[in-house]
T-cell receptor, first 111, second 111 residues
Framework: EAQVTQNPRYLITVTGKKLTVTCSQN?????MSWYRQDPGLGLRQIYY???????DKGDVPEGYKVSRKEKRNFPLILESPSPNQTSLYFC??????????FGPGTRLTVT | GQQLNQSPQSMFIQEGEDVSMNCTSS?????WLWYKQDPGEGPVLLIA?????ELTSNGRLTAQFGITRKDSFLNISASIPSDVGIYFC???????????FGTGTSLTVIP
């Protein structure tokens, strides 16, 4: 089944404790992105990648890192999470530059 | 960052009614997209628009790419209960993978 998977789906952590949210797609898509979704703000793009080893900042990249060492994986790294990074995070992958398939989301709480 | 203004913020309608929502931007986009998000899931692409003035349908959904390239509209005809969800517009300036999302329209359909 073609899909985008994210792990974990739910995470509660403390300020400053490094964490990684994994994203994997099995559709051989070139493009992948990370978004955060906050009430009243819609989805905001954090980082995107147009191919292996090619990543670019989106609208809200501060406090986040990504890597794209393999085509199928695009992990999101929070080196030192803070409470303002409490949010719902979505990974997406695309066969083209516009048609995105979203994962199920990861709900992160930073206390 | 880029702001897309989406209205209305929420709608409560009777089953069978038509629905209209729109999205405006302060800058020009080359691609407009409309997504639907069901509770607890990631957004799903409904319609993609690539040319100013373009009118595209997907079943009971019709979307238009505004002539100025700064707005887009989505209409849903003869609403049904499964239309319930949050509808997001998204804009893309260039080919690449950077997107800007609207704040969403929450639709409730009363049977």
């Amino acid at each position: 089944e073609a899909q985008v998977t994210q792990n974990p789906r739910y995470l509660i952590t403390v300020t400053g404790k490094k964490l990684t949210v994994t994203c994997s797609q099995n559709m051989n898509h070139e493009y992948m992105s990370w978004y955060r979704q906050d009430p009243g703000l819609g989805l905001r793009q954090i980082y995107y990648s147009m191919n292996v080893e090619v990543t670019d900042k989106g609208d809200v990249p501060e406090g986040y890192k990504v890597s794209r060492k393999e085509k199928r994986n695009f992990p999101l790294i929070l080196e030192s999470p803070s409470p303002n990074q409490t949010s719902l995070y979505f990974c997406a992958s695309s066969p083209t530059s516009y048609e995105q398939y979203f994962g199920p989301g990861t709900r992160l709480t930073v206390t | 960052g880029q702001q897309l203004n989406q209205s209305p913020q929420s709608m409560f309608i009777q089953e069978g009614e038509d629905v209209s929502m729109n999205c405006t931007s302060s800058s020009i986009f080359n691609t407009w997209l409309w997504y639907k998000q069901d509770p607890g899931e990631g957004p799903v692409l409904l319609i993609a628009l690539y040319k100013a003035g373009e009118l595209t349908s997907n079943g009971r959904l019709t979307a238009q790419f505004g002539i100025t390239r700064k707005d887009s509209f989505l209409n849903i005809s003869a609403s049904i209960p499964s239309d319930v969800g949050i509808y997001f517009c998204a804009g893309q300036r260039n080919t690449g993978n950077q997107f800007y999302f609207g704040t969403g329209t929450s639709l409730t359909v009363i049977p």
